[in-house]
């Protein structure tokens, strides 16, 4: 089946930094891709959308220059986090509906990159 | 817009015992539905999911739920609870197509020997 691989898993970084996290589609196209935050014991809300070639499509109150996304290619996204803050400090977590699939909008998810934020 | 509301944040049951989690939808297109299930510090786990085919929906896991359109409910059940069943459930609804999910803000499951 579909495989998002997300990268890092896990990064602790110092306050002030930036820290990017990727996702890559292996073995499909994945044209849209999806990033959610999740705060801890809690769910997953919507940051922003990604299209191949064009500019982010960002949620509400999502800061769009603290969290640049970049889709370059169709199998490359990636999440950068500008100048870290502790309150930053989250689950990130990248999905996409890919394309060729049959049936309604089954996503296929990143295995997650928890951001700790010192 | 679209929204799901899970009743209870944390529910508890014996090993062995019925699982019912419960989560009732708003939407305003005929809806697609899911579950899924994540483990601690890992990503998500698609059980199952409904798009307009059968009201009874068969997952992973020996999970099923079932489509109730006049109680806007997609209820998820399990026969006999498993220690291994421990976990977080999301339900999810979305427009189909390209488009988001949107998750509820999910129930906690314990399984007690």
């Known amino acids: 089946g579909a495989v998002v691989s997300q990268h890092p898993s896990w990064v602790i970084c110092k306050s002030g930094t930036s820290v990017k996290i990727e996702c890559r589609s292996l073995?499909?196209?994945?044209?849209?891709m999806f990033w959610y935050r999740q705060f801890p014991k809690q769910s997953l809300m919507l940051m922003a959308t990604s299209n191949e070639g064009s500019k982010a499509t960002y949620e509400q109150g999502v800061e769009k220059d603290k969290f640049l996304i970049n889709h370059a290619s169709l199998t490359l996204s990636t999440l950068t986090v500008t100048s870290a803050h502790p309150e930053d400090s989250s689950f990130y977590i990248c999905?996409?509906?890919?394309?060729?699939?049959?049936?309604?909008?089954?996503?296929?998810f990143g295995a997650g990159s928890r951001l700790t934020v010192l | 817009a679209q929204s799901v509301t899970q009743l209870g944040s944390h529910v508890s049951v014996s090993e062995g015992a019925l699982v019912l989690l419960r989560c009732n939808y708003s939407?305003?297109?005929?809806?697609?539905l899911f579950w899924y299930v994540q483990y601690p510090n890992q990503g998500l786990q698609l059980l199952l999911k409904y798009t307009s085919a059968a009201t009874l929906v068969k997952g992973i896991n020996g999970f099923e739920a079932e489509f109730k359109k006049s109680e806007t409910s997609f209820h998820l059940t399990k026969p006999s609870a498993h220690m291994r069943d421990a976990a977080e459930y999301f339900c999810a609804v979305s427009r189909g197509g390209n488009t988001p999910l949107v998750f509820g803000k999910g129930t906690r499951l314990s399984v007690i020997a």
């Open positions: 999905s996409t509906p890919g394309t060729g699939f049959s049936g309604a909008n089954v996503l296929t």
């Open positions: 073995d499909f196209q994945a044209t849209t």
């Open positions: 939407s305003s297109v005929p809806p697609y």
